[in-house]
């Protein structure tokens, strides 16, 4: 395994060599990955980078140049990905269920900036029509946008009162931020739920969107992260960022964990 290492290495290495390197305008826009179903298409093995050609070898090495070649790091586990991908004969295709787009969008929330990461997943209606939906969103109590670090009580007499206080809970802008306290200790806030209810009532506005990137769980026992690498070189556009090895339990610790998926989301979900 170490001298597999070593060769993917000195693989990386050249491409890194090449990419480096004076190309004319047109050459580098050629090799370069211009979007996600060109990715796919080089993946596959259906399309193939200018130096290569249509052998094993040659998807091999399209396999490897869909890398950072600027990045020499967790070798080990990229070399072992692309030696899964050849023996599994694995393919991506849009309408897989396992991959997911990440997109970070800034936006104003009653006049404070704040940055939230919104989560795609592709569909198909009941007609087959191929979209994209929002199954997810986060960021919103890391920026204060919504307030879960505090318990706050009710009255046990307000029930007499025909919960008068809810005129001060809601209608009063300082209470009103912090009533996500007034829920019950077993109740989750579910960020998508509450991402969808600010931007119906008109508290959170859209600026725009500073990037994309998506998270691949595809290949058994390895999820890896695209994204787009604006340079003008032999590799460049949407590569591989990171692998991360990951059997079926932590495939679905990261769906949970770090894409902040709920449970309930991930039944019927296969690895």
């Known amino acids: 395994m170490r001298m597999r290492a070593l060769t993917l290495l000195m693989m990386v290495a050249m491409m890194a060599v090449q990419a480096l390197g004076q190309r004319p305008a047109d050459l580098s826009f050629q090799a370069s990955v211009k979007s996600i179903d060109e990715f796919m298409a080089r993946f596959n093995g259906q399309e193939h980078h200018l130096l290569n050609d249509a052998s094993q070898s040659g998807r091999r090495q399209d396999l490897l140049r869909l890398y950072d070649a600027l990045d020499t790091t967790n070798l080990v586990n990229?070399?072992?990905?692309?030696?899964?991908?050849?023996?599994?004969?694995?393919?991506?295709?849009?309408?897989?269920?396992?991959?997911?787009?990440?997109?970070?969008?800034?936006?104003?929330?009653?006049?404070?900036?704040?940055?939230?990461?919104?989560?795609?997943?592709?569909?198909?209606?009941?007609?087959?029509?191929?979209?994209?939906?929002?199954?997810?969103?986060?960021?919103?109590?890391?920026?204060?946008?919504?307030?879960?670090?505090?318990?706050?009580?009710?009255?046990?007499?307000?029930?007499?009162?025909?919960?008068?206080?809810?005129?001060?809970?809601?209608?009063?802008?300082?209470?009103?931020?912090?009533?996500?306290?007034?829920?019950?200790?077993?109740?989750?806030i579910d960020q998508l739920s509450a991402f969808i209810a600010l931007v119906q009532s008109g508290d959170l506005v859209f600026d725009y969107c500073q990037g994309v990137k998506y998270h691949f769980l595809n290949v058994p026992n390895f999820i890896f992260i695209v994204e787009n690498y604006f340079r003008e070189n032999t590799n460049s556009g949407w590569l591989i960022s990171d692998v991360i090895p990951a059997d079926r339990d932590q495939k679905e610790d990261y769906l949970l964990n770090t894409l902040k998926l709920k449970q309930w989301y991930l039944e019927g979900n296969s690895f």
């Open 78 to 188: 990229k070399l072992a990905m692309v030696d899964t991908i050849l023996q599994r004969n694995t393919m991506l295709s849009y309408n897989s269920k396992m991959w997911y787009a990440e997109a970070s969008c800034k936006m104003t929330y009653h006049k404070r900036d704040v940055t939230l990461s919104l989560l795609f997943r592709t569909e198909q209606t009941p007609d087959k029509l191929d979209h994209w939906a929002l199954v997810g969103a986060d960021g919103l109590t890391a920026s204060g946008v919504v307030d879960i670090s505090q318990w706050l009580r009710i009255s046990p007499t307000d029930h007499e009162v025909n919960f008068m206080s809810l005129e001060s809970m809601i209608n009063i802008d300082k209470n009103r931020r912090h009533f996500a306290g007034y829920r019950s200790r077993d109740i989750d």
